[in-house]
Nanobody, 126 residues
Framework: QVQVAESGGGLVQAGASLRLSCATSGRTISTYDMGWFRQGPGKQRELVAALRWRRTSTYSPDSMKGRFTISGDIAKATVYLQMNSLEPEDTAVYYC???????????????????WGQGTQVTVSS
């Protein structure tokens, strides 16, 4: 089992920055993939960015590139999501997820992740 806990959300004005944190515990995550997803009101859950510890690589969908940056500290078993120039459209619950193995699905497929946090609310006012 892996426990996942997000933090760092809040209410900010458009143009602001936020850094979300995702702390994990229970099992070592050094060979897993981790993703930040978000789900806005009335929208489907979508991948913001992913980090592959074993490959020491990151991935973001084209629509997320430029303002969102994922990083991690393996010693702290923590992953971060730096969000810059926030827009009202970024308002969502942001979730951190852990994928323990490659099921042959893409990193963007939320069903391929095994463990999820409760989410942290990010609200961007105009």
């Amino acid at each position: 089992q892996v426990q996942v806990a997000e933090s760092g959300g809040g209410l900010v004005q458009a143009g602001a920055s936020l850094r979300l944190s995702c702390a994990t515990s229970g099992r070592t995550i050094s060979t897993y993939d981790m993703g930040w997803f978000r789900q806005g009101p009335g929208k489907q859950r979508e991948l913001v960015a992913a980090l592959r510890w074993r490959r020491t690589s990151t991935y973001s969908p084209d629509s997320m590139k430029g303002r969102f940056t994922i990083s991690g500290d393996i010693a702290k078993a923590t992953v971060y999501l730096q969000m810059n120039s926030l827009e009202p459209e970024d308002t969502a619950v942001y979730y951190c997820a852990v994928r323990t193995r490659d099921y042959g699905t893409t990193l963007s497929f939320s069903g391929g992740y095994d463990y999820w946090g409760q989410g942290t609310q990010v609200t961007v006012s105009s």
